[in-house]
């Protein structure tokens, strides 16, 4: 069984940084896309950005330029590297894989979700 294990959110002043990070962990399983969405308070979940097995990106228009994701194919880790943070980013971030499991099967997962605070 494929789990995320998320970690690096918290509380952080406008203008500054945060790094999360989101491990797949288990047995059997090769990673495909990972993600992470958020959801603040009162809205629906939201894409802030996708990484595919080969590297290649999608990011959000609200956080591009601003926000980096990257993984570690290795260790089956995906990051996203959070700067010039401003209130509005305010939310539970939620990392995501698809991938497969060996044999023949595939899975889709979620991270347990980590919160991001921006306030002074």
């Known amino acids: 069984q494929v789990q995320l294990v998320e970690s690096g959110g918290g509380l952080v002043q406008p203008g500054g940084s945060l790094r999360l990070s989101c491990a797949a962990t288990g047995s059997g399983f090769s990673v495909g896309t990972m993600s992470w969405h958020r959801q603040a308070p009162g809205k629906s979940r939201e894409l802030v950005a996708a990484?595919?097995?080969?590297?290649?990106?999608n990011v959000a228009d609200s956080v591009k330029g601003r926000f980096t994701i990257s993984r570690d194919n290795a260790k089956s880790t995906v990051f996203l590297q959070m700067d010039s943070l401003k209130p509005e980013d305010t939310a539970v971030y939620y990392c995501n894989a698809v991938g497969r499991t060996f044999p023949g099967g595939y899975f889709e997962v979620w991270g347990q979700g980590t919160l991001v605070t921006v306030s002074s």
């Open positions: 990484i595919s097995s080969i590297g290649i990106t």
